[in-house]
């Protein structure tokens, strides 16, 4: 058998593994490369040549950094099955669709200049309509189903706690070169203990030979997520006090969700008070929809909740409201009501979140809440870094209303969880792969899981390095 780590070696994102046994070769994740324009670009049409050889891809979550790069290699030949769960298959026909029209408005803006200049055009990475084309390959399945995927090769996959539908992958490899049974585990993303929603990650107690293991926050620690609720809390009832709007940047996709079911929570035990709340955001709002539909992922804090909620949904209430029309967004964005608006993009680099900002970012009375990383370069960066002054659509706005922080929303493990999860094997992997991390994290994480839980053979590979097992 030999394993290939094509992306998210020694980086976050792009996550792709090749798998190869039995005469058949298929993927763990298949992952969009995001970076720097050109350079991603590059790197993403590269991955997706030798497609018709793929046999099948099974997918650990729908975050675009481990699906958004199916629709390239169906548009180069992929014919295979894409296993995954119910609820990753059908977020993934989201963000798909979604991630293909940014990859349209994209080229469409480089070829603009292209143009200019008398140069040649590029192609989009993938349409809208390679998208919907690979919806076709999805075989969901639910969570705890062994089934044969392959020749020689069963599937299980088990609740990774991270985002709906995420799992960790369970491979049994009946190994028929080597005549040997190989048990391997693909941690995907492991998510955190208590999160609202979704379920804790589980422990994969009887272990593994062969582990591999993300490694984002291998040298870090959050705060527990109880702590972030009451930090909620406190920031509504002081926005509202001071009779100013709170203006929430979240991802569409997990963190709207959360938030608007933590503030249902706050709503409903009358420890908020009835501030108009929006989410501003069409992908949310789809997105929304389709968490109502998978109640099987639900945790039991979030089922009582709704089983006991008169009107059933613990994403509806009524004092909130999903816009829809971009006008309604508008005359939402032009009042200066006090309300609570949830909008996206969580980064804000794009979407309707910056009509928002441009219009009460300047107000000392609003709020602006941060619930997730802010990359490097960003506008969500340059603010949290204590900048006064921003640009939003090429004009200066001034940032004078208060900026708050809460990490605890995070859906990605620290090192403690990282470690409580690999400790609790009862068989220790004769080998470990680290990835999903830059260097620095995942050095930690490989000392860590040596020094404290006696791992041997651990490796931390480079882009493209492949091992024999
Ligand atoms: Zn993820």
Known sequence: ?????????????????????????????????????????????QTSSGSKNIDAIILSHAHIDHSGNIPSHVKNGFRGDIFCTSATR?????MLLDSAFLQEKDVEYVNRKRERDGKSLFEPLYTKKDAVASMQYFLGMSYNRKRQVLPGVELTLVDAGHMLGSAHIILDIDDRDSGRKTKLVFSGDIGRSNIPIIRDPQPITQGADILIIESTYGNRTHPPYPESEKELKRIVNETATSGGSLLIPAFAVGRTQQIVYTLHKLFVNKEIPDLPIYVDSPMATRATDIFRLHPEAYDDEILEFMLEDKANNPFGFEILKYTSSVEESKVLSSSDQPAIII?????????????????????PKNTLLITGWQAPYTLG?????????????????????????????????????????????????????????????????????????????????????????
């Open 1 to 45: 058998m030999k394993i290939t780590f094509h992306g998210a070696a020694k980086t976050v994102t792009g996550s792709k593994y090749l798998i190869e046994v039995n005469n058949s070769r298929f993927l763990l994740d298949c992952g969009l490369y995001q970076g720097k324009r050109k350079d991603a670009y590059e790197k993403n049409r």
């Open 343 to 363: 909008s996206a993009s969580g980064m804000m680099e794009g979407g309707r979140i910056l009509h928002h900002l441009k219009n009460r970012a300047g107000n």
């Open 90 to 94: 059908d977020l993934c026909a989201v």
């Open 381 to 469: 960066r340059q603010i949290v870094d204590g900048k006064k002054e921003v640009k939003i659509f090429g004009e200066i706005y001034a940032v004078r209303a208060k900026v708050e922080i809460i990490t605890g929303f995070s859906c990605h493990a620290d090192r403690e969880e990282l470690l409580a999860w690999a400790g609790a094997m009862e068989k220790k992997p004769r080998q470990t792969f680290i990835v999903h991390g830059e260097e620095d994290s995942a050095d930690a994480l490989a000392e860590a899981l040596h020094e404290k839980l006696g791992f041997e053979s651990i490796h931390i590979p480079d882009p493209h390095q492949s091992f024999t097992i």
